[in-house]
């Protein structure tokens, strides 16, 4: 019964405003230090695909395990204009037209930009993989648990 209570008093605390998806602002708080690995997932204000997703990963219960278990999920929109601290470094919102720019971040983590994109990270903050295009309910437990199977092989560099 302990355990139950325990579970559930996590989940609820994992909530931030009812998601599961923390803006990306807070992700000074976690810092190299953290013991969970970050998703962040990329998107675009103008793209119906990725606000599709984002509402899944909201209201996903696979997403409230993963964040109870080794996960942290933040959410960075492509027109982020303030300033984001990042492993020691400043990056900023750029203009790249009349009305429209990117925030540098995005850049610094993606090879190649498209939306909706997720970024995994270590706990001190290393790319893992990345991946671009739609991940639907069935498929982010799968990935997770890749991830996590990665991380946790011998040949890896885990042990963070």
Known sequence: MKCIILIAFALSALKINAQNVISIESINKWDDTSDKYKVIFINAEWCAICKSNLN????????????????????????????????????????????????????????????????????????????????????????LGAILNHIASPDSERNN
């Not at 409230?64 to 080794?70: K, Q």
């Not at 204009?81 to 429209?100: L, R, W």
Request: net charge negative; glycine share 6%.
């Open 56 to 143: 899944l990963i909201e209201s996903s219960s696979a997403i409230e395990e993963a964040a109870l278990g080794e996960f942290v999920f933040f959410n960075l929109e492509e027109e982020y204009d303030s300033p984001i601290q990042f492993n020691g470094q400043q990056y900023q919102y750029v203009q790249t037209g009349m009305d429209t720019g990117r925030h540098q971040l995005i850049d610094s983590l993606l090879t190649n930009v498209s939306y909706p994109s997720f970024v995994f990270l270590t706990r001190t903050n290393e790319i893992i993989t990345t991946y671009s295009g739609f991940i639907n309910k069935s498929e982010l437990p799968t990935i």
